[in-house]
């Protein structure tokens, strides 16, 4: 596909937005980036007091090169490409003059409305959330950098509410025994989970319904739970397993949360509601004063119980779920967030340090949202024409 026939043989003009979601700390971009983008010859602006919630203050925005602009529109006027955390809202897009580029998460699945604003205002829009899991594209993964900082705020949450100490002590009045940390799902928040509690010297269990899972939980030094059968097929490929064999997991990971003192759930399908790993019968066999977090919360929560945005207690469970995790470390999830931006952009810009004039780099091809007044998402574009997944 091609660029906007507007984007010129000129260093591109690049805007940060000051995100306005309720509870955002973050910020697209910061000045290390910033730094290296206007060595690289562009034109960065950044909308006043953006990186103040994530402690990177205007200053340090104008000693790495950057402009600040007073109002988002003299942010936005001229600007080639805009840089978001937060999914844009209609306001937002209608803002965003016709023909620029938009880069961040979008909410491809969800966010319908601000997609049909982009496409009427013939806005490119790149999600992030669209970057294909390949190794090319690992240091643009910002589904992943954002999942690291949430796996660390989970446990840091879930030590926070929990009445007991994590790791083990020796004291005058006797040995205490270190508390028991369970995480249901080992992708990258898991993990980053995993490895955060053991650092605080809890014992660490894990369950992942992927077996693979297990060498990369172990490495760690947590339990893997994993039932004792033979679960190969033909061919070395695993088998279904049967429904006597499910029963038997799931009490195997019930009897788990039953025992531990922190849960952190993980489980999470994109564009669908979050499986349900905690039962309210579960929850019933737990210890006073255990804590569940909820990672998955905002999509319905793996914890039946679990009320996104709320801490409630119920028999004596304190059950946490938590929006927006990445946001309670907003200095190095922004950080990390911005780097993933910067690799981005590098497919944008050619080495002249104008835009690029044909999206065929399959990383593009992939992230692309909206474009020349369509749709490009098939599965934004089929909720929009009212077709049924």
């Not at 006043?48 to 602009?69: K, M, Q, R, V």
């Not at 690029?356 to 007044?373: F, M, N, Q, R």
Request: glycine share 10%.
């Amino acid at each position: 596909m091609s660029a906007p026939s507007g984007s010129g043989e000129r260093p591109a003009v690049i805007a940060v937005v000051k995100e306005s979601a309720e509870g955002e700390l973050r910020v697209a971009t910061v000045p290390d980036v910033v730094q290296k983008l206007v060595s690289s010859g562009h034109q960065v602006r950044i909308e006043h007091s953006a990186g103040t919630g994530a402690f990177y203050p205007d200053e340090l925005y104008t000693a790495a090169g950057a402009t600040i602009a007073a109002s988002r529109a003299d942010l936005l006027k001229g600007a080639d490409i805009v840089l978001c955390v937060q999914p844009p809202t209609v306001g937002d897009v209608e803002q965003v003059s016709e023909g620029s580029l938009l880069v961040g998460f979008m909410n491809p699945s969800g966010n319908i409305d601000a997609i049909k604003a982009m496409r009427d205002r013939k806005i490119t829009s790149f999600a992030l959330e669209l970057v294909p899991r390949i190794t090319r594209a690992q240091g643009m993964d910002a589904l992943s950098s954002q999942a690291t900082a949430g796996g660390y705020s989970a446990v840091i949450l879930g030590a926070g509410n929990c009445p007991k100490f994590l790791p083990m002590l020796t004291t005058a009045a006797g040995t205490i025994r270190p508390a028991t940390v369970l995480i249901l799902g080992a992708g990258v928040a898991g993990l980053m989970a995993i490895a955060t509690a053991k650092r605080l010297g809890a014992l660490v269990e894990a369950y992942d319904v992927r077996r693979a899972a297990g060498e990369q939980v172990r490495s760690l030094g947590a339990k893997f739970l994993e039932l004792e059968i033979n679960a190969e097929g033909q061919g070395g490929y695993a088998r279904e397993l049967t429904p006597e064999e499910k029963a038997l997991e799931q009490e195997m990971v019930s009897a788990a949360v039953a025992r531990a003192d922190i849960v952190i759930t993980t489980a999470a399908i994109p564009g669908r509601k979050a499986p349900v790993l905690i039962t309210k019968e579960t929850v019933l066999r737990m210890r006073p004063g255990a804590v569940i977090v909820d990672l998955a919360a905002e999509t319905g929560g793996n914890c039946e119980l679990t009320q996104a945005g709320k801490t409630i207690q119920e028999h004596g469970v304190t059950i946490i779920g938590p929006r927006n995790l990445p946001a309670r470390v907003p200095f190095h999830s922004s950080q990390m967030y911005a780097k993933n931006l910067q690799a981005f952009l590098a497919l944008l810009v050619n080495k002249e340090g104008s835009l690029v004039k044909d999206y065929t780099d399959e990383i593009l091809v992939a992230s692309l949202l909206t474009h020349a007044g369509e749709v490009c998402f098939a599965p934004a574009r089929n909720i929009i024409g009212g077709v049924k997944p």
